[in-house]
């Protein structure tokens, strides 16, 4: 029997969206962390903690202190319980007590520890949980970060400003560091969730959740395992059309499903079957933090298409042949160009240094920059291309902004008039430099005219790919197979 909540799931709302926030067990010894984690939340904050030695610290960060979430004047949305395991059980009955609307379980120690008394601890409060219908986060995870109302499950992610994205995770970490990672890519989250063990609510409640969520366009999921595979599978199957989910699945080999055990307590299918359920489903796989990045950001900001005929901008001759061997490998075209193209390329293309076949090896040519936008307007018109990616060298691009300032926005200006202009997805591959903080804020510059810089060709190819693939299953008609 599925011990989730699967098919009567209570609302998420209090949970996912509180007015009002408790934190059970902050102390001393960890900084009051997470009551530094929810100090840039919009609502009430209430601490509880029955000893009386935490309460100067805790009423020093400006929170009341409460000895029991009885005693706390007017409703509780969500609470955080960062307590002993053997306390556990004890708390989760006076959330339910109190009639809280949701509960993140932080503490660690049940079934993942493959022990007696983490098994009975951990069976303790799912079935306490699930009598009394309240939503249960865990336990062993991070929780809710809700960044447009300040609510957070790591002091170091941004509060405030949100975005399209949800992202569920069984790791507190690769959650963490997607919402980081992420937010430095141009992706803002909706909702994220870290939810280990998932005894209560598992991936399939979530999704059901950021289905209808209307502030989500993306979805991205770290999983490892899952209690009720046959639900996720008919999700997915229903959600993929109207949402792109990619799913990076953990613990892929022999040993890797064993760390999943142990980790959050999963049960891992094999990646056979894992696979068959994303090729069926339209659901996009990566392996891992990197993929999940590059593909959203494609998502985000390359124009869908189902075609796969790229134009390859290269500033020098090397450049040129790595790129269109990752595209390549990647599964695209790189094709030839019209006659029509050719003719005009070759009317005021330098030759020395350089060549205006696809690959277009741009040699000295882009050191004259009207000559870098005419090429880009042959390949908007050419019939042959569907997609252009531009590859920025930035180690020679900044030798020339150092000798002549001006360069760095004529570039600029001329990528951002190309992007307003074209009908085509346009791209750039951004490589690394001497000068790293120069290199973030070109890369921002252009994420905000929503020009998605990659690091790496075979990055920007794989991404493209995987987004190009999504579409064209969408383009498909049904069969039996999906």
């Not at 219908?133 to 949100?162: D, H, Q, T, W």
Request: some cysteine.
């Amino acid at each position: 029997m599925n011990p989730t909540l699967t098919g009567d799931t209570p609302p998420l709302t209090r949970l996912l969206h509180p007015r009002s926030v408790a934190v059970v067990g902050a102390k001393r010894a960890n900084d009051y962390r997470w009551l530094r984690c929810v100090s840039t939340f919009q609502g009430p904050v209430y601490s509880v903690n029955i000893d009386p030695r935490e309460t100067p610290g805790i009423e020093a960060l400006g929170v009341q202190n409460y000895p029991s979430l009885q005693d706390i004047p007017g409703p509780v949305d969500y609470v955080i319980v960062s307590v002993p395991r053997e306390v556990a059980p004890i708390i989760v009955r006076d959330c339910i007590h109190k009639g809280v609307g949701g509960v993140t379980l932080f503490t660690s120690g049940f079934s993942e520890t493959a022990t007696d008394k983490g098994r009975e601890l951990e069976r303790a409060i799912t079935q306490m949980a699930r009598a009394a219908r309240i939503p249960l986060v865990g336990p062993n995870c991070m929780g809710v970060f809700n960044p447009k109302i300040g609510l957070r499950n790591f002091p170091e992610l941004y509060a405030g400003e949100s975005g399209p994205v949800g992202f569920l995770s069984q790791s507190g970490t690769h959650g963490y560091n997607f919402a980081l990672m992420g937010y430095l890519n141009g992706i803002k989250v909706s909702t994220l969730i870290s939810y280990g063990n998932a005894v209560v609510l598992d991936s399939p409640d979530y999704l059901e959740y950021l289905r209808d969520d209307p502030a989500t366009a993306v979805i991205g999921m770290y999983i490892e395992g899952v209690q009720d595979g046959r639900r996720l599978f008919h999700l997915l199957r229903e959600l993929t059309p109207r949402k792109p989910v990619v799913i990076w699945k953990g613990g892929q080999t022999e040993a890797g499903t064993r760390a999943t055990a142990s980790h959050t307590g999963s049960l891992a299918e094999s990646m056979v079957i894992w696979r068959a359920v994303m090729r069926q489903t339209g659901a996009i796989g990566v392996d891992n933090l990197e993929e999940m990045i590059d593909t959203i950001k494609a998502l985000l900001f390359v124009q869908p298409t189902t075609h796969d005929r790229v134009a390859l901008i290269s500033m020098t001759g090397g450049q040129s042949v790595v790129t269109t061997d990752a595209f390549a490998k990647a599964g695209l075209q790189v094709p030839v160009l019209t006659e029509g193209s050719y003719g005009r390329l070759s009317s005021f293309f330098n030759i020395v240094g350089g060549s205006f076949r696809n690959p277009i090896d741009m040699g000295s040519n882009w050191e004259a920059g009207e000559r870098t936008s005419e090429v880009l307007e042959v390949l908007e018109a050419d019939a042959n291309v569907d997609i252009i990616a531009f590859e920025l060298s930035l180690n020679m691009l900044f030798r020339r902004m150092e000798t002549t300032p001006s360069f760095r926005s004529f570039l600029l200006d001329m990528l951002i008039s190309h992007k307003r202009r074209t009908r085509k997805p346009f791209l750039a591959i951004v490589t690394p430099s001497y000068v790293p903080a120069a290199e973030e804020d070109l890369k921002r510059e252009l994420l905000a005219e929503d020009i998605p810089g990659f690091p790496t060709f075979q990055r920007a190819a794989k991404a493209l790919k995987a987004c190009i693939d999504y579409r064209r299953f969408l383009a498909e008609p049904l069969s039996d197979n999906r």
